[in-house]
């Protein structure tokens, strides 16, 4: 399907759920006032919890407690990320298969930067239909790019105004895995083409060689039998590139982190326990050194 009422779009609505309900925390990591107005502007999850005290086991819900947890702190994380490549000299950001990320109207950009926002063209009519409902003004110039990532989207991208001649920013949250190999691959040569020095770049991956040992992990189980998405069945099944080391070999610098790292520094967010669906998720930073 072409918007968010099934697939992977359906997961958008999963990770913007779990925002709503980070944002309502009393120790919240991260805010997005407009998630909310996502999850029940889609028929779909109409009925889905967007606050805490919604859901009868809270916290020790494995999905609405534990992976919302998670969500909450990778878009913190993520967050900071970018805006502290942006103090650094970025002057584009671009978000790859952007989903329901707010990101253009919720953070304090610095004036004349540009969000780049791409995605199939039904997802971002959705997002576009609810932020006009709700008169959202973004914070930043926002540039919504229609675009498949398996098909031509670096014309799409160049078309609508990016210049490859000025740093830039990259983010694929949550992506890659729902792609076939050879895609993050080109799509991770391709960044690299459109990037200059000073650029950066942040993606999550995952390194469980079968990620099928975890079918009966709580998270996954929870999200199978509570709101029908089966994750494993919509990640991508092959075998997965080593886009790090690709990186790496072409002069960026790169680093590897697991969540629980930033769970122990913010003093929120999930810790590992047996079994556990989030053990083989990673969060790569990676940065093309000026010279």
């Known amino acids: 399907m072409d918007g968010v009422d099934g697939g992977v779009g359906l997961t958008a609505l999963l990770v913007a759920a779990a925002r709503a309900i980070e944002t309502q925390r009393h ?3 991260a805010q997005d006032i407009h998630a909310e107005h996502f999850v029940r502007a889609a028929p779909a999850c109409s009925e889905w919890p967007v606050r805490l005290q919604q859901v009868p086991d809270g916290d020790a819900d494995p999905l609405w407690g534990r992976f919302a947890r ?17 103090r650094t000299g970025a002057r584009q950001v671009v978000l790859l298969g952007a989903g329901l990320d707010t990101r253009a109207f919720r953070l304090d950009w610095p004036s004349g930067l540009v969000v780049y926002e791409i995605d199939r063209a039904g997802v971002l009519a959705f997002k576009e239909r609810v932020l006009s409902d709700l008169a959202a003004a973004p914070k930043a110039r926002r ?9 031509d989207w ?17 983010l694929a949250e949550g992506l890659l895995f729902y792609l076939p190999g050879p895609v993050e691959t080109s799509l991770i040569d391709a960044v690299d083409r459109l990037t200059v020095e000073g650029s950066a770049l942040a993606f999550e991956v ?22 029908g998405i089966d994750l494993l069945r919509l990640f991508d099944r092959g075998p997965r590139p080593d886009s790090v080391g690709g990186l790496t070999a072409r002069g960026w610098s790169a680093s590897v982190r697991t969540p629980f790292d930033f769970t122990r520094r913010h003093g929120r967010g999930p810790l590992p326990e047996p079994n556990d669906a989030l053990e083989g998720n990673r969060w790569v930073f990676a940065h093309k050194p000026r010279p």
């Open 27 to 29: 120790d919240s990591l």
């Open 70 to 86: 998670y969500f909450g702190l990778r878009t913190r994380v993520l967050d900071d990320f970018l805006l502290r490549s942006v």
């Open 143 to 151: 540039v919504p790019v229609p675009a498949d990532l398996r098909a």
């Open 154 to 170: 670096v014309t799409a991208l160049t078309t609508a105004g990016f210049d490859p001649a000025a740093p830039s920013v990259w």
């Open 206 to 227: 995952k390194l469980e060689k079968d990620l099928w040992e975890y079918r009966d992990s709580a998270i996954y189980t929870a999200t199978r039998e509570q709101i």
